[in-house]
Every structure is written in C-alpha cells, then in structure tokens.
C-alpha cells in the first residue's frame, strides 16, 4: 500500500495511508511547558479504519503525549516530565530536575515502496543546559496491510553518553516505589482504552499479572467510545533486547490497564544500570497497530510475518 508523507518542517512529519487516514504524526517542536520535559512525540497514532490510539495530555499526567521516548530517573533528573518521585516524600514538583530533547535535524529520511524510514538526531540536555548524552532515533513506518487492518512502526534508539561521568538510568522503582518501573519507549492510551484487556505470549494473565514481567511481546486491546468498534496495539521487542548477551541491561514491562492505559518497553524497572562516559546502548522496539480485537493466534501470526 501506497504511503503519503508530509513534512512541516520545524514541526511535524504525517504519514498518511491510500485509503486517506492519516496514521501517524511524529511531532519534534517542543511544547511550551518545560515542566512536561519538552521533547518529540507520536499523537495521533491512528488504525487505518481511522481510530486513533494515543492519548495527548491527560487531565492526569499532562506530560504524558502519545508515544515518547522517556527516562524517568537519569542521574538526578527526569527526561519523563512532571512530578518526580522521591523515595520517602512521594511525588514532587521539583522542576529543577526536568530535562529535555533537543531536536537537531533528521540525518536520514526515505519514502519508497510503501516504506518510510527516518533517521532523527537529537541531544538530551539536563535542566540547566548541559548537554548528556546524544541520540540517533530510528523511526519506520511499514508493513501497511489493508486486509489484516494493520501496519507497524519499528522505532529505534542508539545513545551515547556525552558527560565525564557515568549515566545512571534508573526508575521509581529503583528509587523506592514497588512495580512503578516506568522508563524508556512510553506509550499512553486514550481514555476509551482504560480497562482494556492486556495479554502476552504463554500465559493467561491480566495486566496486573504482567506489570514488571519479560517477554517477546505484549497486546493491549480495547473498545471504543462512540464507534462500535474495537482496536489492538501489540508491542513488541527486537530479539537482541531480550538477548543477555547482547542487550546492556534486562527489559521488563510496565504496563497498566487502569486506572489509566499504558505501556512502557522499560529498561530499568527493578534495577539500575550505567552507560560508561563515551559509551553507547541501542534499542529497537515494534508497535503493530490494528484494527479489531485480536487474540494471541492471531497477534503471534502476523508478528511472525513481519520479520527483523
């Protein structure tokens, strides 16, 4: 299927498919609020019938946009956005500690064959100016299938640690608070996917069951308000994330049904881990997005045909 792309330059990029709904808007001008931590995002994320799947700015978390790259707890700071969590006094303002991600410039960008693939280069920057660490972030956009309803965005992360010093990636969880690992590739659900049905390969288990687990992949299903019509978004990992050999550091799911939808790909849910100064760590994640409630057949088939 034929792909359109636009691109606002100093805004966003739109991909849109052939049956005229756009799919994706991947929006690298920041927000105003520094406190959100101003960075890049995905909303709306859109099934091809239409229906979008991301929530924008929740009346909950407002720095909660979409599908985004985060770091909860990074060596004092927070490249997640709002309140930050601190062992013994909960969650506090603390604005001083909130970071950013500077976008400077797409290093590579190709449409062809029903394909968009797009190389971002972006530098995390600490809340008072210095520059931590550098980012190459992949994004593409493929596998647009009409008849299965889907189409799958690869996203991708190498980082490199700018600093003279170590960077240490952690989470709430490892700084007190029991399955609250939220950090890295975020997603946040709308409001109608709340209470949503989450399952995973092998087992018989509700979100709750899954929050702080392993695994390959992990679907999240829900219906609409106002259609009648239901969506899956399955994440999935690349086979080196899960590789003990290869991967810096075990990934682990954080994932919530209520009392709000999301799903994090987190890389530091019970423990933390330090990119030496120089060093780099890489990452590469799958959003399959689809129209219907699909089962675990049916999700372990198609990802089955969407090879690495």
């Known amino acids: 299927m034929n ?4 691109h606002e330059h100093g805004d966003h990029v739109a991909v849109t498919a052939a049956g005229g709904t756009e799919i994706l808007r991947y929006v690298y001008r920041p927000d105003p609020d520094p406190f959100e931590s101003r960075k890049p995002y995905a909303h709306p994320v859109r099934t091809l019938a239409g229906r979008t799947v991301t929530g924008y700015r929740p009346s909950d978390h407002r720095w909660h946009k979409g599908l985004q790259m985060t770091a909860s707890h990074l060596s004092g700071q927070n490249f997640w956005g709002g309140n930050s969590y601190v062992h013994g006094r909960g969650y506090l303002a603390l604005p001083e500690r909130v970071g ?5 410039g797409f290093s590579a960008f190709t449409v062809e064959d029903g394909r968009l693939a797009l190389t971002e280069d972006l530098t995390w920057v600490a ?5 931590w660490a550098r980012e190459a972030r992949g994004l593409t956009v493929h596998s647009v299938d009409e008849k299965a309803g889907a189409w799958a965005l690869d996203w991708s992360i190498h980082l490199t640690n700018l600093r003279a010093e170590p960077l240490a990636f952690g989470s709430p969880t490892t700084a007190g608070r029991e399955l609250a690992g939220y950090t890295g590739l975020h997603w946040r659900g709308p409001r109608d996917f709340t209470g949503g049905t989450v399952f995973a390969p092998g087992a018989d288990a509700d979100a709750a069951d899954l929050m702080g687990t392993q695994g390959p992949w992990l679907a999240f299903t829900a219906e609409h308000d106002e259609a009648d019509a239901h969506s899956t978004l399955v994440f999935a990992h690349a086979p080196e994330n899960l590789d003990g050999t290869r991967a810096i550091h075990p990934s682990h799911w954080f994932v919530r049904a209520e009392p709000v939808p999301t799903v994090a790909f987190s890389w530091a849910f019970f423990e933390e881990f330090e990119l030496e100064p120089g060093e780099s760590f890489a990452f590469r994640y799958r959003l399959v997005v689809a129209d219907g409630a699909w089962d675990r057949a049916r999700v372990a088939a198609h990802l089955a045909g969407l090879p690495w």
């Open 3 to 6: 792909l359109r792309v636009s």
């Open 100 to 104: 950013s991600m500077r976008h400077d």
């Open 127 to 131: 809340h008072h100016g210095e520059e």
